[in-house]
């Protein structure tokens, strides 16, 4: 399926996240939200693996090691993310 111009654009805004975190980690978090912005404004969902990139509860981008906290639950076979803003558990399969 071809992407559409919200989903590229969606993409390109974590991208940009990406690049600032660790340094402008609030602008990072701008771009999570106009991503989600879009989002919804053009009725697209935010793909899969770019919902791991921000916190569920208060939307901050997630960064390992610095905005949040990974955990491996090999037992469950599942992923936890905690944010450590606001110190949410996103957890994920894999
Ligand atoms: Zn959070």
Redesign the pocket.
């Known amino acids: 399926m071809a992407k559409t111009i919200a989903e590229e654009r969606i993409e390109r805004l974590f991208t940009l996240a990406e690049k600032r975190i660790g340094h402008e980690d609030e602008l990072a978090d701008r771009y999570v939200e106009l991503a989600r912005k879009i989002g919804m404004k053009e009725e697209v969902s935010i793909p899969s693996d770019l919902k791991k990139k921000f916190?569920?509860?208060?939307?901050?981008y997630?960064k390992p090691g610095r905005t949040?906290e990974v955990r491996i639950k090999s037992d469950k076979s599942k992923v936890e993310y905690t944010?450590?803003?606001?110190?949410?558990i996103d957890r994920y399969g894999y």
């Open positions: 916190c569920s509860n208060c939307y901050s997630m949040c944010c450590s803003k606001c110190g949410n």
